[in-house]
Each structure stands twice: as C-alpha cells, then as structure tokens.
C-alpha cells in the first residue's frame, strides 16, 4: 500500500485527503495550522497532522519518515530538497494552468488578464523552482467569456485538479513510477514577445 504525504491547506487539500484515503494509507499531513481544513479532516482520521505554525518551508522533518510519494494540494509552502528526499517517488502538485503558462499564486488571475479561451491544470514534479518542473499530467477546459477567477476555479480548475491527482497516484500505485515531460518553454517566447 503506498505511503502518501500531502501538503495543502483549505477545501482543496482536504478534497484531496478524502479522495487519497481510497488509494493508499496518507502517513502524513502537513497544513499551515491546525486549524486549517485539511488539518481538521485529518486529525479526525487520526493522521499525523504537522502545523508550519508561520513557517513557510516544509523540510524532511515534517514528512515523518520515508513515503512513497509528496502531493502538494494548494500548498503555499516551498517542499525543500531534504523534504522531497523523503519521498521514494518524488513530490507532486497541482497548478491550475498549462504550464509552463502563468506560473506563480495568481496563475488563475492571469489566465483571465490575458484573454484565455483555454486553460487546465497540470500535475508536475516539485523542483527548487516555481512550478517549474517536468510534467505528469495535464488536462484541459474552456474559459468562459462570463468566467472570473473564482468561477472558474469553481467550475473547472479545482475538479480537475482532484481527477489529476487521483490519476497521477493511481498510476503510480499500478506503475510504480510517474511521467516527467519537460515543460516546453517555446510556448512563452511568442507570449513574451507579444506582451
């Protein structure tokens, strides 16, 4: 049975810890407090739940133990190298883009500032980098012209990310590994050019 670490916070995080709990035993829980949402859902559960208290780096401390795999569900905390190490199968997130499109904590503000017909969402691997590492999965939806940020998380995003996350620990529970695609930064040399 996998051994599984999230880190995240609010709705998204504990939708994400509900929908783990079917694939693999969640080891660990790492929240901003513990009165956060994720945190509560664990707690309940009787998961080891580490509150960063403020602290916004998750060292290999916080993992408890060696696991098999690190999601990160609306985490706002950088997963640092000795954390990651912890995981026998890396560390995983959700971004709500395309990436390599709109990287960063307002990625979703930006999708509709630029006009997008069309967004997603793309699990990736953690790096030392924002939201810069290779590709797992990615999937895809339309921004409708009535959309703002918060619907279209909502409507979207924010589903799409939990199917993503389910298929990527899915596939590394069958498979015992997960895709790397190198993000294709082509895509942002026209956008730059055009902004």
């Keep these: 049975m996998m051994q599984i670490a999230i880190v995240g916070s609010r709705w998204f995080g504990a939708e994400v810890y509900r929908n783990l ?8 829980v790492v929240a901003p407090a513990s009165e956060d949402r994720l945190a509560q859902a664990a707690a309940r559960d009787g998961v080891r739940v580490v509150a960063l208290g403020g602290r916004r780096r998750v ?16 985490a706002h905390a950088f997963v640092d190298t000795g954390a990651r190490g912890q995981a026998r199968l890396g560390a995983i997130g959700y971004h709500p883009s395309l990436l390599p499109l709109h990287r960063g904590r307002d990625s979703i503000e930006q999708t509709i500032r630029a006009g997008d017909r069309i967004t997603g969402g793309t699990i990736y691997h953690l790096t030392d980098d924002t939201d810069a590492g290779p590709i797992v999965f990615a999937d895809w939806c339309f921004v409708w012209p009535d959309d ?3 619907s279209l998380w909502r409507r979207a995003l924010a589903p799409m990310g939990i199917d993503l996350i ?5 596939h590394a529970a069958l498979h015992g590994f997960l895709p ?6 082509r895509v942002l040399a026209g956008r730059l050019a055009a902004a």
Excluded: K, W, Y
Excluded at 59 to 74: F, K, N, Q, W, Y
Excluded at 166 to 170: C, F, H, L, Q, W
Excluded at 180 to 185: G, K
């Design 21 to 28: 709990a079917a694939f693999g035993r969640v080891a660990a």
């Design 59 to 74: 060292e290999a401390a916080d993992i408890c133990g060696p696991v098999d795999l690190i999601v990160a569900a609306h």
């Design 148 to 150: 703002d940020a918060r």
């Design 166 to 170: 389910n298929t990527a620990v899915s």
């Design 180 to 185: 790397a695609d190198d993000q294709d930064s």
